[in-house]
């Protein structure tokens, strides 16, 4: 039986706006609240993230000016584009971040937040895994832009971080 076309077009409205309002849902959180709404830290991304996607498979994309360093408990680079496979308290698969460890620089592969309760959060960077505290991804980081392994000036100084 057919909708009369009265009927249809008001359907094709309805449906359109619930699509809009759907697309704006999506849009309308932060990277930092999808973070949090999926049990790991808002802190883990810079806040010089200029947008996301994020997949229905959970493939995440997150994309930043420019590279960027900051200081977790030691350096850490972003790439201007960092990607992972984003599940309840996990990160799998990612790409586009290192951490730097006794000079040299590891991209980080995973990160998994299995028992919040333990107050650590575990970074596994292929050859080693490091367990970080929490307490350091409360807030997102200021990033400043930079290169891998280039030192970063301090307050016109020439502390590196």
Excluded at 10 to 16: A, K, S
Excluded at 42 to 65: I, M, Q, W, Y
Excluded at 87 to 101: A, C, D, H, P, R
Aim: proline share 6%; net charge negative.
């Amino acid at each position: 039986m057919a909708l009369p076309q009265c009927h249809f077009t008001l359907f094709l409205r309805l449906l359109g706006f619930l699509i809009l309002v759907d697309l704006h849902q999506v849009h309308a959180d932060s990277i930092h609240d999808v973070l949090k709404s999926k049990g790991l830290p808002a802190g883990l991304l810079p806040k010089a993230v200029k947008s996301f996607t994020l997949d229905e498979n959970g493939r995440l994309e997150v994309f930043l000016d420019q590279p960027c360093l900051t200081k977790f408990e030691g350096r850490v680079y972003f790439d201007s584009v960092v990607k992972g496979n984003l599940s309840y308290g996990e990160l799998i698969g990612v790409e586009g971040l290192s951490q730097e460890e006794l000079f040299l620089w590891l991209p980080v592969k995973d990160i998994i937040l299995d028992d919040p309760s333990s107050g650590l959060i575990l970074f596994d960077m292929g050859v080693a895994h490091k367990q970080l505290s929490l307490s350091l991804f409360e807030d997102p980081p200021e990033c400043k832009a930079g290169n891998q392994g280039t030192p970063i000036l301090i307050s016109g100084t020439d502390e590196q971080w």
